[in-house]
Structures are given as C-alpha cells and as structure tokens.
C-alpha cells in the first residue's frame, strides 16, 4: 500500500514567524527582548537560516504558551528532510547490508538466536 507524498517539512521558524505576527501581534524586537535574546539569532530562525535549539524552542514555548516539543519536532522533519535530499545520491550508492528481521522477536519476546 502507498502511502500519500506529504509535502516537504516545513521550517519551525516559518510557524513561530506566523504565531508571532498573526497570532501575538508583538514585533520580534520585543519577542526577543521578552524571550531574553538578542534579535540576531532570533531574526535567522523566524527566516528558516538556522537550526532552532532546545532552549530556542522553551524560551518561544514560554512567551507563546505553545509546546517546545512542537517546533522541535518541526526541526528535526526539516533537518532529515534536508538531509535526504543533500545525500540522495550518496545513499543510492551505499549498498545495504542483508538483514534478518528483529521485529518478530520483539513482537513475540523471543530472539531467533541459538540459546
């Protein structure tokens, strides 16, 4: 069974961006001086030019009353994403090893090993 193409993992920084100025209604000059950050490093994720870090996501989270875990998890579909794409031809030459399948011995609770 297929399942449907989702489209390309958006950027936590486009989401903040919108909560910030449909959402709040505040300028990211005073986001920032709310959140205890220079506009800098605030200003490059809102634009999608940086990694997001934890304490990043919790200090957004904080001001907003939005869930960290959220926009984390944004970052880490967005940076995988990215990944796979930059490395796709890299992995198409990476010939994968053999392998026996584990998951039937996790979903009984026996190992197909010899004891």
């Given at each position: 069974?297929?399942?449907p193409?989702?489209?390309a993992?958006?950027?936590?920084?486009?989401l903040?961006?919108?909560?910030?100025e449909?959402?709040v209604k505040m300028?990211?000059a005073?986001?920032?001086?709310?959140?205890k950050?220079?506009?800098?490093p605030?200003?490059?994720?809102?634009?999608?030019?940086?990694?997001?870090?934890?304490?990043?996501?919790?200090?957004?989270a904080r001001?907003?009353?939005g869930?960290?875990?959220?926009?984390?998890d944004?970052?880490?579909?967005y940076?995988?994403?990215?990944?796979?794409q930059?490395?796709?031809?890299?992995?198409?030459?990476?010939?994968?090893?053999?392998?026996?399948?584990?998951?039937?011995?996790?979903?009984?609770?026996?190992?197909?090993?010899?004891?």
């Amino acid at each position: 069974m297929r399942r449907p193409r989702q489209s390309a993992p958006m950027h936590p920084g486009a989401l903040m961006r919108e909560i910030i100025e449909e959402q709040v209604k505040m300028p990211i000059a005073e986001a920032s001086r709310r959140m205890k950050v220079s506009r800098q490093p605030l200003h490059a994720v809102l634009n999608g030019t940086t990694t997001l870090t934890a304490e990043m996501a919790l200090r957004f989270a904080r001001l907003t009353g939005g869930a960290p875990e959220l926009y984390i998890d944004m970052q880490i579909g967005y940076y995988f994403e990215m990944a796979r794409q930059r490395l796709k031809d890299a992995l198409a030459k990476i010939a994968p090893v053999p392998q026996h399948h584990p998951s039937a011995a996790i979903s009984t609770g026996k190992s197909n090993s010899a004891r």
